[in-house]
């Protein structure tokens, strides 16, 4: 295996990993929809509130995992580790 | 694809050293920017991008609409019922002057209508520019980056213009925490940025790999996923940059 190879085997498995970032936001964006969801079962007339506050926080929550995502993409196709060789 | 080089910075938006970035790979698939036309700025060889030139056609539709919406506004008829194209105007006005003054509160928020509203009509256009084929120019982070700066100083702007000092000294308030206040200061527009870059971007490259990939299945079953990638998840970046813009910058009026 060329090292060339190895960097971009590595980089793929990288990426993959990197992804793994993907379940904290998921497990967050939830918890903020159920909680939503059963604000708006117990005062139904707030729901246009409850429905952008909710918005908000998931897609504040989201960053973490974009941020894995950013890391995810430079590795696959902007790789900085290519022209350390 | 390989191409070696290591300018992290460059590589996801629009080059400035002259290399194309080649978001693409040999099968077909492209969600990269590319290059039109190289020009010589200062010296140096850069290139008019997708982006510029989706910029340029959402600025020309943007502006158009501004025209049109002036001469209908300015030959309304008091006496008369307004029209469905004054309608929807003034619905538009009426909602971001809302929308501004229960965020930022009725003393401070009509100033700051206009900018929300241009930001939230040129952001909500890159975004859905997707559906017509063009690349997003809010994929770009150039772009993105841009916006949040603008952010940035208009937040430092009215923290000096509100609380004098107090902005600065704000930042000592537990000493021990001072390093980890100034990082959540500068933390704040790279987040803003990225958020609004990552959706965006996430949403094209789904776009790009249907396409290039299946591209000879793909008949009408990725609207569904237009509808989802383009316009819902772009209309809720687009609400939620607005949003933190304007929590972010009234965080400085209260505490006077």
């Known amino acids: 295996m060329t090292d060339r190879g190895l960097i971009l085997a590595c980089s793929a498995i990288g990426a993959g990993l990197a992804m793994i970032a993907g379940i904290g936001p998921g497990v967050g964006q939830g918890i903020a929809a159920g909680h939503g969801a059963s604000a708006v079962g117990r005062n139904p007339g707030a729901k246009g509130t409850i429905m952008s506050t909710m918005l908000l926080g998931q897609a504040v929550a989201e960053t973490t995992g974009l941020y894995g995502f950013a890391v995810a993409i430079i590795l696959l196709f902007a790789n900085p580790l290519i022209g350390r060789l | 694809m390989g191409n070696g080089s290591c300018l992290l910075s460059s590589l996801l938006s629009s080059d400035v050293s002259g290399r194309l970035i080649q978001l693409s790979s040999d099968e077909g698939v492209t969600f990269g920017v590319d290059g039109f036309l190289p020009y010589s700025f200062f010296g140096g060889k850069v290139w008019l991008t997708t982006t510029h030139i989706t910029m340029l056609i959402i600025m020309m539709a943007l502006v158009v609409f501004a025209l049109i919406a002036n001469r209908v506004i300015k030959r309304a008829d008091p006496e008369k019922a307004p029209g469905p194209f004054l309608n929807v105007i003034e619905y538009m006005v009426e909602s971001i002057d809302n929308l501004t003054k229960t ?134 970046q687009t609400y939620v940059f607005a949003m933190l813009t304007m929590v972010f910058i009234s965080n400085n009026f209260e505490e006077e």
């Open chain 2, 103 to 236: 965020n930022m509160g009725e003393k401070h928020g009509g100033k700051f209508a206009n900018y929300i509203g241009t930001i939230f009509c040129f952001i909500l256009l890159a975004n859905v520019a997707g559906l017509f084929g063009l690349r997003p120019p809010t994929a770009d982070y150039g772009v993105t980056f841009g916006l949040a700066l603008i952010t940035f100083v208009l937040i430092h702007y009215n923290g000096f213009k509100y609380q004098k000092m107090a902005h600065i000294t704000n930042l000592f308030k537990p000493v021990l925490l001072t390093p980890i206040n100034i990082i959540g200061e500068l933390a704040t527009p790279l987040s803003m940025s990225l958020r609004l870059f990552g959706n965006v971007l996430s949403g094209t490259v789904m776009m790009g790999l249907i396409y290039g990939l299946i591209g000879k299945f793909a008949i009408i079953w990725p609207s569904v996923l237009h509808g989802y990638f383009d316009v819902f998840s772009g209309a809720i």
